[in-house]
């Protein structure tokens, strides 16, 4: 189109030029620039009066004669509007993908009902598998411990170190406990001699007073011997107060030393053959042996279980521990089991010894093999420190968790150990269908009635 336009011009150009040949070779045309076009004009666009976008109307194109430019400006036009038309040919082939389209609009329509059919049927007999994500994996941890305190003498294990039963964890200072093992050993001996000597002078009383008894009997018979004479007036009755005397004497002594004997026996537990071992204070003293033997032996802590030990940093030879005071933890390693809580809602047929199938998120591509252990008897809210006061105001219900057990079958030797903390997803297989929505059993059990 812009073509056409130059074509004019030159026309007109040349036809001055053969005006004017009779001039002077030095007349040239009045021009000022002729027409440069950088764009094809299958990519200028037009607005509705038929001008050209992005082009200034006002804008230079040539100095010529306006008679000439007036009469070649309608031909470019007419050629505009003659190509116009030729653009909305680029989609007669649209029309085309129709039946294709159908088709596919089709299939579609046919394959809904199968789609709905499907997706009841596994409806309804779904549901058998109640699965639980909010559950982790569990195991016997006990902090290492023990009742004495002491200095920390040597720590026997690493971090993460697999120990087993009865393997010596750490030592504490055992000297001050060998101290009072030696001490209370001498008393037990001290013990044993002074249980010696007490049965020794039971025997000592018993002759004393079996003595003491000799000299009361002389004693009698002096004493009836001058009643005699004093009633005769044979002897002074001086004599016969003092011998009176005297046997009222000797007799309490031999009381005396009765009663010291029953003492001596009383303390010998009423048996003055008992042997040493069988004594009270005997068993007393050897208490006191044996706790500080305890407590001795209690210097070196070893694994009650088979497990893996860790924080074991947090000790070191020369740290003072108190009693009771938690140096690392053992975890049993070789008894795990999983604590899943799913919602009260979930547990309507889960029942214990159920089969269980558990993932765990370390080993996504395995699978572990379990039962139902058992169900807490309680939601985990009822232990809480302040339970919820389901008769005030406010009170919203709230959907409660009840704690289930699952005991998870580790015979299985080639898959990998499981580690307390775990996130596990628990997949309980209930064998119950889910059935007929609740509405749906309710419409077909009253026309089964009314029938």
């Given at each position: 189109?812009?073509?056409?336009?130059?074509?004019?011009?030159?026309?007109?150009?040349n036809?001055?030029?053969?005006?004017?040949?009779?001039?002077?070779?030095?007349?040239?045309?009045?021009?000022?620039?002729?027409?440069?076009?950088?764009?094809?004009?299958?990519?200028?666009?037009?607005?509705?009066?038929?001008?050209?976008?992005?082009?200034?109307?006002?804008?230079?194109?040539?100095?010529?004669?306006?008679?000439?430019?007036?009469?070649?400006?309608?031909?470019?036009?007419?050629?505009?509007?003659?190509?116009?038309?030729?653009?909305?040919?680029?989609?007669?082939?649209?029309?085309?993908?129709?039946?294709?389209?159908r088709?596919?609009?089709?299939?579609?329509?046919?394959?809904?009902?199968?789609?709905?059919?499907?997706?009841?049927?596994?409806?309804?007999?779904?549901?058998?598998?109640?699965?639980?994500?909010?559950?982790?994996?569990?195991?016997?941890?006990?902090?290492?411990?023990?009742?004495?305190?002491?200095?920390?003498?040597?720590?026997?294990?690493?971090?993460?170190?697999?120990?087993v039963?009865?393997?010596?964890?750490?030592?504490?200072?055992?000297?001050?406990?060998?101290?009072?093992?030696?001490?209370?050993?001498?008393?037990l001996?001290?013990?044993?001699?002074?249980?010696?000597?007490?049965?020794?002078?039971?025997?000592?009383?018993?002759?004393?007073?079996?003595?003491?008894?000799?000299?009361?009997?002389?004693?009698?018979?002096?004493?009836?011997?001058?009643?005699?004479?004093?009633?005769?007036?044979?002897?002074?009755?001086?004599?016969y107060?003092?011998?009176?005397?005297?046997?009222?004497?000797?007799?309490?002594?031999?009381?005396?030393?009765?009663?010291?004997?029953?003492?001596?026996?009383?303390?010998?537990?009423?048996n003055?053959?008992?042997?040493?071992?069988?004594?009270?204070?005997?068993?007393?003293?050897?208490?006191?042996?044996?706790?500080?033997?305890?407590?001795?032996?209690?210097?070196?802590?070893?694994?009650?279980?088979?497990?893996?030990?860790?924080?074991?940093?947090?000790?070191?030879?020369?740290?003072?521990?108190?009693?009771?005071?938690?140096?690392?933890?053992?975890?049993?390693?070789?008894?795990?089991?999983?604590?899943?809580?799913?919602?009260?809602?979930?547990?309507?047929?889960?029942?214990?010894?159920?089969?269980?199938?558990l993932?765990?998120?370390?080993?996504?591509?395995?699978?572990?093999?379990?039962?139902?252990?058992?169900?807490?008897?309680?939601?985990?809210?009822?232990?809480?420190?302040?339970?919820?006061?389901?008769?005030?105001?406010?009170?919203?219900?709230?959907?409660?968790?009840?704690?289930?057990?699952?005991?998870?079958d580790?015979?299985?030797?080639?898959?990998?150990?499981?580690?307390?903390?775990?996130?596990?997803?628990?997949?309980?297989?209930?064998?119950?269908?889910?059935?007929?929505?609740?509405?749906?059993?309710?419409?077909?059990?009253?026309a089964?009635?009314g029938?």
């Amino acid at each position: 189109m812009i073509d056409t336009g130059n074509q004019a011009i030159r026309s007109s150009a040349n036809g001055a030029g053969n005006l004017g040949a009779s001039a002077p070779a030095d007349d040239h045309p009045k021009f000022v620039k002729p027409f440069r076009t950088t764009a094809s004009a299958d990519s200028i666009t037009f607005d509705a009066r038929g001008r050209p976008r992005g082009h200034s109307p006002q804008a230079p194109v040539a100095e010529t004669n306006q008679d000439t430019v007036r009469a070649e400006a309608p031909v470019a036009r007419s050629d505009i509007s003659q190509k116009q038309p030729e653009r909305p040919a680029e989609t007669l082939s649209a029309p085309g993908k129709s039946p294709r389209r159908r088709v596919l609009r089709m299939a579609l329509f046919a394959l809904l009902p199968l789609v709905l059919i499907a997706a009841a049927y596994w409806y309804v007999t779904g549901g058998q598998v109640v699965s639980a994500d909010d559950a982790y994996v569990q195991a016997e941890t006990v902090g290492i411990s023990t009742d004495i305190s002491g200095i920390v003498k040597e720590v026997d294990v690493r971090e993460n170190q697999h120990v087993v039963p009865g393997q010596i964890l750490y030592r504490l200072d055992p000297r001050q406990f060998q101290i009072a093992l030696d001490n209370a050993r001498a008393n037990l001996a001290q013990t044993a001699l002074t249980i010696a000597s007490m049965k020794q002078d039971y025997t000592r009383m018993l002759k004393d007073a079996a003595a003491q008894q000799a000299q009361v009997a002389l004693d009698r018979a002096n004493y009836d011997r001058y009643a005699a004479l004093v009633r005769a007036n044979a002897i002074a009755q001086t004599t016969y107060d003092q011998a009176r005397f005297t046997l009222e004497t000797d007799e309490a002594k031999l009381e005396s030393l009765r009663q010291q004997a029953d003492v001596q026996l009383a303390k010998l537990a009423g048996n003055p053959d008992i042997p040493v071992t069988l004594h009270p204070e005997y068993l007393q003293a050897k208490a006191v042996v044996d706790e500080a033997q305890r407590q001795l032996d209690h210097t070196i802590i070893r694994a009650p279980f088979a497990g893996q030990v860790t924080n074991v940093p947090s000790i070191a030879p020369g740290k003072y521990l108190a009693a009771s005071t938690t140096a690392f933890y053992l975890v049993n390693s070789d008894d795990v089991w999983v604590d899943a809580t799913p919602k009260e809602t979930e547990l309507t047929y889960v029942r214990p010894g159920q089969p269980v199938t558990l993932t765990v998120d370390t080993y996504p591509d395995l699978e572990w093999r379990g039962v139902i252990a058992s169900v807490s008897p309680a939601a985990a809210q009822q232990f809480s420190l302040l339970p919820a006061e389901n008769t005030s105001g406010n009170w919203v219900k709230v959907v409660q968790r009840i704690t289930m057990r699952v005991r998870i079958d580790t015979s299985d030797r080639s898959l990998p150990p499981l580690r307390a903390g775990m996130s596990v997803e628990v997949n309980v297989d209930t064998g119950h269908a889910r059935g007929l929505p609740h509405f749906l059993g309710a419409l077909f059990g009253g026309a089964k009635r009314g029938a």
